[in-house]
C-alpha cells in the first residue's frame, strides 16, 4: 500500500520504520532539505500548499497521513477532494487553533485551566484582570516545544508580552498547580474500534519533553480513556489521538491534543506489543488495530541538540533511535528507550540515561523517587 505523509520529520520517519516491515510504500512531501524521512521513501521537496505536489501525491497515495498539526488546512482538504486523508481536515482544525480546541473540551464537558481569548493589548489587560498570574499567553495556532508563549507572573510583565508575541490572536491561559503531567494516546479505525496506552508521565524544562515514564495501571487510567473516548467519538477520529493532561489531586484537567503520533508514545516502540507508530498505519490503512499491551514499564529520554558518545555503551540496556538530523541547540535529534521488569533497575537507568544528555537535575530527582513540581 501507498502511503503519503505530509512532513518529512523524526514522526515520519517512525512511521515509515514501522511500515516498511508490513510491505507499505511511503512518499513525504515537505519543504525541508533535507529531510530525515527522505532515506524511507520519496520526498517531494515541495511547499505544503504546492497544489502540483500535492496533486502528485495524492494520485499516488492509497491514503495521507500527516505528522503535525501546522499543515495548511486548504491542503488537506485538497487531498481529502482526491484521495482518503486520515486524521480528517476537521479534526486538524480543531486541533491547530487553542481557543477553538479548549472550547471545544468545554462543550464535551472536559475540564480545563482558565482560559480567554486575546486579539488586542486591551484584551489582554481584560484577561489579566479575570484570570490573574501566574498565566501564559500563547499564540492560537502554530508553536511548539516552548514557542509561541510568554510566561506572565507579575503585572510587569504584561506590557511587552503582547509584542513579544507580534500582536498575533493568542490565548491567556492560567497555569496550573499540577501534581503530574500526563498524556494519553489512543487508536481509533474508521469503524470505532478504539485501543489505549498506559499513560504517560511527563518531565518537561523549557518547554520541551525531556522525560516520559510509561505507567501502566495508573489510578487515573479509566478517567483518561474516558475523556479521549469523547474527543474520538466527537471527532469521528482516525489515527492515532494524544490527550496532554494535567492531574491536580484526583482531577484531570485537559492541556491540548495532538492529531497524530506523540513525542511521549516513542517508549511503544520497545516497550508495547505494537508500537503507536504502526497502529497509526494500521488504522488509517483500515487494518485491524494491534495489541497495546506492555510486559514491562518503559522510559523515553529525549536527546536534545547534542548527540551523546557511545552512550549504548555507558547504558546497557538503552535503545539509541537517532533521527540523522544536524545537532543544533534546543533540536529534538533522537531519544533512548529503556525496558526493565524491575522499577528499581528501570529508574536507575534511566537517571544514566538523563544525565549523559545534560539532564542531571531531573537524574538526580528520579533517582531520589521525588517528582518535579513545575519544569518550565
Known amino acids: 500500500m501507498n502511503i503519503g505523509i505530509l512532513g518529512g520529520g523524526q514522526l515520519a520517519r517512525m512511521l515509515a520504520q514501522a511500515g516498511r516491515p508490513l510491505g507499505q510504500n511511503f512518499m513525504f512531501l515537505s519543504p525541508d532539505?533535507?529531510?530525515?524521512?527522505?532515506?524511507?521513501?520519496?520526498?517531494?521537496?515541495?511547499?505544503?500548499?504546492?497544489?502540483?505536489?500535492?496533486?502528485?501525491?495524492?494520485?499516488?497515495?492509497?491514503?495521507?497521513t500527516y505528522e503535525f498539526e501546522n499543515v495548511p488546512a486548504p491542503s488537506i482538504q485538497f487531498l481529502e477532494a482526491r484521495v482518503r486523508v486520515h486524521p480528517s481536515s476537521s479534526a486538524l482544525e480543531v486541533s491547530k487553533n487553542r481557543v477553538r480546541e479548549k472550547t471545544e473540551f468545554?462543550?464535551?464537558?472536559?475540564?480545563?485551566?482558565?482560559?480567554?481569548?486575546?486579539?488586542?493589548?486591551?484584551?489582554?489587560?481584560?484577561?489579566?484582570?479575570?484570570?490573574?498570574?501566574?498565566?501564559i499567553l500563547k499564540t492560537q495556532t502554530e508553536g511548539y516545544d516552548g514557542k509561541g508563549q510568554v510566561v506572565l507572573r507579575s503585572a510587569e510583565d504584561v506590557a511587552g508580552a503582547w509584542q513579544a508575541l507580534d500582536t498575533v490572536p493568542c490565548i491567556l491561559e492560567a497555569m496550573v498547580s499540577f501534581d503530574r503531567e500526563l498524556s494519553i494516546i489512543a487508536v481509533r479505525c474508521a469503524t470505532g474500534a478504539k485501543v489505549f496506552y498506559p499513560l504517560s508521565e511527563n518531565y518537561h524544562r523549557n518547554g520541551i519533553l525531556r522525560l516520559s515514564l510509561s505507567r501502566p495501571g495508573d489510578p487515573m487510567q479509566a478517567a483518561a480513556e474516558a475523556l479521549i473516548t469523547?474527543?474520538?467519538?466527537?471527532?469521528?477520529?482516525?489515527?492515532v489521538l494524544t490527550l496532554e493532561l494535567f492531574q491536580v489531586g484526583d482531577r484531570l484537567l485537559a492541556n491540548e491534543i495532538a492529531p497524530r503520533v506523540h513525542n511521549s508514545g516513542h517508549w511503544t516502540i520497545e516497550g508495547a506489543a505494537t508500537s503507536q507508530f504502526e497502529n497509526h498505519l494500521h488504522a488509517v490503512t483500515g487494518q485491524p488495530l494491534g495489541d497495546t499491551g506492555i510486559s514491562a514499564d518503559s522510559a523515553m529520554v529525549n536527546i536534545i541538540g547534542t548527540l551523546p558518545n557511545h552512550i549504548q555503551s555507558q547504558v546497557p540496556g538503552a535503545h539509541l533511535h537517532s533521527y540523522d538530523k544536524a545537532e543544533r541547540q534546543g533540536r529534538k535529534i533522537g531519544h533512548l528507550t529503556l525496558v526493565s521488569n524491575d522499577p528499581a533497575t528501570l529508574r536507575e537507568q534511566t537517571a544514566r540515561c538523563l544525565r549523559w544528555v545534560g539532564e542531571s537535575d531531573l537524574a538526580s530527582r528520579l533517582s531520589d523517587g521525588k517528582t518535579p513540581v513545575r519544569v518550565s
Open 230 to 239: 469523547r474527543l474520538l467519538d466527537h471527532l469521528d477520529f482516525v489515527g
Open 106 to 135: 468545554q462543550h464535551l464537558g472536559i475540564a480545563t485551566a482558565e482560559f480567554a481569548a486575546v486579539d488586542s493589548a486591551a484584551s489582554l489587560t481584560e484577561a489579566v484582570a479575570r484570570i490573574g498570574f501566574p498565566a
Open 33 to 64: 532539505i533535507p529531510s530525515c524521512a527522505a532515506p524511507y521513501g520519496e520526498h517531494l521537496q515541495a511547499r505544503y500548499d504546492d497544489e502540483t505536489a500535492l496533486q502528485r501525491l495524492a494520485q499516488w497515495a492509497d491514503v495521507v
